[in-house]
């Protein structure tokens, strides 16, 4: 491959725990060059100098986000909630595709978004030209579009634990709940007594319970699966490990519905994504076999006792629940295979 | 206190970890003195040989059974089901107390022991004489008594959970789902696979979804709560920290009943309770806060959006979960404040 | 024992980890009453809104530092250095007793103090009243003191190891090396970068290589024992896990010295004392053996190729390191039994 | 390339952990295929049933030696030493390259290898055909042999620490001290007491103190750098992680020798070396930096106050210290370049 030909990208908030898994990832991609590294807190630093891990294989200097844009063609924006907006609308006006790894264009219902997250859409007409990018269940939606809102990670997990089963009707629409554990990761890289290694460490608790952001995320996909409005009780809390999400999400078989013929559907909904693996009866997912890597493992049981179908799904929060699949929605808008520069083969500890 | 008056303990099982757990909260208990040590695996071994950490506090050989029993006026039994029930009867025939950590006699029903455990009740007259051994829920059945059946570590950390909105009828019957997570003490002794530490630090999974045999214990305690037979749907996962069992504890409120009223309720239930700590609103249970001692703290927190009560607790498996409540229990038949020796504070890191 | 006899124990910095590790032994210790706890960023808060484990066990709230000496007759002052020098002088004029766990009355030679810590002896008389309170090595000269500097926690754990041998010249005095780890909780309560879990899990390195605070402090010691001027290098270490320090030290054996000899008199040297346990040739100190207690475990280790005595010692930095050596120092200065309050069997797991 | 001129290799000791983690960084490599697994224990069982992060990655089933042999072109064993020498005789008779991550070649002296390891040289021509395996220091060595005695995980980290120094007489040769620390996947697959969670999280010890099998292979490393004799004390330690090794090397700068020049020295030395870093004066080596990858961390500091020379490496036992470095001298001996398949970028957390 032409070096001069490979895709120039960038990164804002490079310095970020979802920035600096996209660096990991993209240094490594054979299509791409990183052109610009972007940090408020870092400017003018080494990314290597934050992030020793990286000494030798990227010691770019952090730059500021217009110089970024400029000498980007498709810019990744890992930063928080209500700074994107305006990011989105300068690529848009020089061109630039977006993959934003932030909040404001997940949800696509203003008024969602002003009451979890207090904020206004700035440019109704740029949210329309985002696209959720969700590939194994809006692959379509997303080919050709500049602007993708690259999902949050529990709504990761938990979507792709429980979009085909609603979508076919095999469960009952009310009474879900999903129960969900996340890395340390997940909380950034700000330090906190919450992520403080002591209080941390032997430390186990759920966190924000009915009332975390991403639970209106989750009911919109959920929703677009059943075809009508979609309620859930989410509960997320801090998992004493660096990485990985585990979702274990309750619903109750549809009346007649055979665990069987749920496992076959999921077999068959499944059988071409390279990034979902669906375990064979009598495994169960575990974050451990998926830790940085793109998969999201799921794995089916039957609570017979209760007429139940619970659904286990285990991803990366920082590959498959932000950067990885931000990758992976960037090659899909550059019309790439879209497993280009994710094939990293999970360790076994 | 004379020390020839004080009551003599001994602990079959005693190397395992329920076992050095008893060692560690009796060796410092006023009313007792350690007797004698039982351990098939390390006869005639000191139990400090086999935990460093008792080095100097309690450097008694392990003996045999028999032998044990001879020598104590109280014992304890920390093996595994199937075992007790003849250490049971020859208590009985003895004229000693016994207080049974293991299963063999949790379950009132013949044939879900059966079903759950593959055994039978040997002697249905003894079955007859103990008694489930949770004591904020059961203390006055529980005194007098020479048989005590002491409750399972899940049981434990969701009984006390859920019994009070069950008892007053705040919560609906059907659909209850308890989502728990314990640490890796409660795999006790024998390393494994699953135990091994690469491959279980830095994992989390659930394991025998819809299967454990702490199902139908729970579903006992849960029923007498309601009056009615309960089921659950339970989950338990494997938590990579040494102690401490969060219960996640999904409820639907019963139509009319306010989130206020439900708090004021288990206030006022475990107003009382020395070991009970409820959590004040907007507050929630961690496994951090309670490690290495007798408290389970509870916090109640409401899903307005779903019409949910969900309740959590935390108990430091090991001690409320198991060799704590067995000591709580033994206060109680010996008729000494129920907090004796158990006034263990838990650190803070 | 009659509640009103108690005496009066106020704690300076009440709401850092030694501080709350004090509120945790003192909380239990039969002969004190905590009269008052203070914080400069809680004050009026409850320590126990700080620390949830401490609900219901101490909900006293903070108050500032004039009206906590007020109120005491023993003050503990667990702060940065630099504080306690003010705080001492207050005490003395107002004939309070102070056990100071910072670092400004550790080292008898204001050189140093002004080249390490870059402060001065604001009052030489008061210095001159202190005392380093290392009661195992000190014992006589802390009975009747006023004023006590509770040695840091690396100190403790090395000179425990390394004073015998050095005092009884069995070992050279020169080339000693001193490689120690230590757990989380001894970088203190603020997060930062280092403390922060995704980046200090899963992580180990050395810091401060030959330039820590604690190397005079160590060498003071050393040098007493030997009664010549003591050199060390000393390499402490971040361990990912809450508490513990373990020291490993390289000493040569001089000349003609049995390993047999050296483990005779550290066997004599320590056999009266209750917090330290030699342990037998053929087994190792561990951190796992001594957490929450105060113990300091040391094993004796010879590698005959080189000629090599290895001193292995283990305590909890935050008990004998900190909090409970400060008990112990409190018992010695107030006439109790040295082991009052500090009887805490550590868990095996 | 085409597939069909890929190197078939296969791995001995697949489901070993060192095994499981050549077939994730074969699985990725471009130049060969993964014609054979071979395991004792799971003989027939597909390696992704062993460890299920292999899932869609690896799912060829274990087969018996002499078919592994047979089917491959380069043949790798991870078995316990003693087990080596026949597969080697096997090998050579068959015509293939073999690499070896036993120790049964790593030490020239027959005496020394009875001493530590207990057994013979079976074949003294084998012997003599064999390559110590550790390409920074004996690149050249390597290049055209058959069969290369893969290092150990210590005496990697060692070596590439302290090789240098004592090459260019930087440093005393006597009096050298290695404190070393190591991740707990180095104890293997086979679960223990030791390796047991509940024990060894939260735990912190040396073990083998003067007793490591790798102390003669360290010394014979160091004994080529200094053209004579080098005797070490070596200590590790288990660490509660499941990665890394880090090490701590304690020398003597000689006399008139500046901390620059050695310094410059160590850059001039390893200035060509892909998969050493040598850090930046004042940057500290880390576990965290280097965890996955094939990189080999170092930094230097003075300890002015004792002249001493303190290196300290840090090094994934799994890769650089097992498989990855097995990859790179597969790529010497097969022309390839060396780092093909092994750029694996450390991830920061």
């Avoid at 030909?5 to 996209?22: D, N, P, R, S």
């Avoid at 002003?114 to 959720?132: M, N, P, R, T």
């Avoid at 997303?142 to 009707?169: D, E, F, Q, S």
Wanted: with cysteine; aromatic share 8%; charged share 25%.
């Amino acid at each position: 491959m032409n070096e001069n030909k490979k895709i120039k990208v960038g990164i804002i908030g490079a310095t970020g725990f979802a920035g600096v898994e996209l660096v990991r990832i993209l240094a490594a991609h054979p299509a791409v060059e990183i052109a610009a590294l972007g940090s408020v807190s870092f400017e003018g630093k080494a990314i290597s100098e934050v992030y020793p891990s990286l000494l030798n294989i990227c010691d770019k200097p952090c730059v500021d986000t217009e110089e970024l844009i400029e000498s980007s063609d498709l810019i990744f924006a890992g930063v928080a909630h209500g700074m994107s907006q305006e990011f989105a609308a300068a690529c848009r006006a020089g061109g630039k595709l977006f993959v934003d790894l932030g909040a404001d264009f997940r949800l696509e219902d203003e008024e969602e978004y002003k009451q979890w997250y207090g904020g206004s859409f700035l440019d109704a007409d740029l949210h329309g030209e985002a696209v959720y990018g969700l590939p194994e269940l809006f692959r379509e939606d997303i080919r050709g579009k500049k602007l993708v809102a690259n999902p949050g990670c529990y709504p990761t997990g938990a979507a792709l634990a429980l979009y085909p089963a609603l979508k076919a009707g095999l469960v009952e629409k009310e009474g879900i709940i999903i129960d969900a554990k996340s890395g340390v990761t997940g909380a950034g890289r700000s330090p906190s007594q919450t992520t403080h290694f002591p209080l941390c460490n032997e430390a186990f608790a759920p966190y924000k319970i009915g009332a975390h952001r991403h639970t209106p995320e989750i009911e919109q996909t959920l929703s677009h699966a059943a075809g009508e409005e979609i309620f859930i009780s989410f509960v997320p809390h801090l998992l004493p490990v660096n990485r990985g999400i585990l979702t274990t999400a309750y619903t109750k078989l549809m009346p007649g519905v055979k665990f069987s013929d749920v496992f076959d559907f999921y077999a068959d909904f499944y059988k071409d994504e390279k990034f979902v693996r669906l375990k064979a009866p009598g495994q169960t997912a575990n974050i451990r076999d998926i830790k940085y890597s793109n998969f999201c493992d799921i794995s089916l049981h039957e609570d017979k006792r209760t007429g139940r179908l619970i659904i286990v799904s285990a991803i990366d929060n920082m590959v498959k629940g932000a950067a990885g699949q931000a990758v992976q929605n960037m090659n899909i808008i550059l019309d790439l295979p879209e497993d280009t520069g994710l094939n990293i083969i999970p360790p076994a500890f």
